[in-house]
């Protein structure tokens, strides 16, 4: 694989913000998504950073840095509904840019 | 935006016996579709690339003649599980790439997915 690596579980407190984390090998990189998906549904698009930087869209934010082969959603004013797993999924030249997928993010909001 | 459908959302079958998925594209062509696998708690595997009007191209590890796919529109791939055993219990998603605001991102949309049970 190419080696995508998030953490497997976090929990957080209505209201609060958090940032999930994704590092990846560098070598070939092309491109990074993140999705959303709720237990027993399908994913659902939240991102896709190819520069550096961060990019904002309403509540969620990603950031991508190539250099150093990582990238983080950030979750403002987190909602109860926000708990859900979380999936970084990255593509490299040579894979026929199909993404492949870490093992996800479980993220818990507590009240 | 994208509409990928896919059906049934949930199976169940007696060991032994196949089982039919489909994936259709609603509001786009879709020359590749991927066919994706996922157990509780896992990540999504990827098992086999479906080309529309020739053969799969599956992932290392997938048997395909096992997991038959045919992609014989630009609006539709279909999964068949074939002589499914308990172990092939599990939640099958399919997706296809679709362009989102001219990105070129190719962002794949999935569909609902499907879980089958085996008995």
């Known amino acids: 694989g190419q080696n995508i690596d998030q953490p497997t579980e976090m929990t957080a407190t209505e209201g609060a913000i958090v940032q999930i984390n994704c590092t990846y090998q560098?070598?070939?990189?092309?491109?990074l998504f993140w999705y959303q998906q709720h237990a027993g549904e399908a994913p659902t698009f939240l991102s896709y950073?190819?520069?550096?930087g961060l990019e904002e869209k309403g509540r969620f934010s990603s950031f991508l840095s190539r250099s150093k082969g990582y990238s983080y959603l950030l979750l403002k004013e987190l909602q109860m509904k926000d708990s859900a797993s979380y999936l970084c999924?990255?593509?490299?030249?040579?894979?026929?840019?199909?993404?492949?997928f870490g093992r996800g993010t479980s993220l818990i909001v507590h009240p | 935006g994208a509409v990928v459908s896919q059906h049934p959302s949930w199976v169940i079958c007696k060991s032994g016996t196949s089982v039919k998925i489909e994936c259709r594209s609603l509001?786009?062509?879709?020359?590749?579709m991927f066919w994706y696998r996922q157990f509780p708690k896992q990540s999504l595997m990827l098992m086999a690339t479906?080309?529309?009007?020739?053969?799969?191209?599956?992932e290392q590890g997938v048997e395909k003649d096992k997991f038959l796919i045919n992609h014989a529109s630009l609006t539709l791939s279909t999964l068949t599980v074939t002589s499914a055993h308990p172990e092939d219990s599990s939640f099958y998603i399919c997706?296809?790439?679709?362009?989102?605001?001219?990105?070129?991102?190719?962002?794949?949309?999935f569909g609902a997915g499907s879980r089958l049970t085996v008995l």
């Open positions: 479906s080309n529309e009007g020739s053969k799969a191209t599956y």
């Open positions: 950073n190819v520069l550096d």
């Open positions: 997706s296809a790439s679709g362009d989102r605001g001219g990105s070129g991102a190719n962002v794949l949309t």
């Open positions: 999924a990255g593509r490299w030249t040579g894979g026929s840019y199909i993404p492949t």
């Open positions: 560098t070598s070939g990189f092309n491109g």
């Open positions: 509001d786009f062509q879709a020359t590749t």
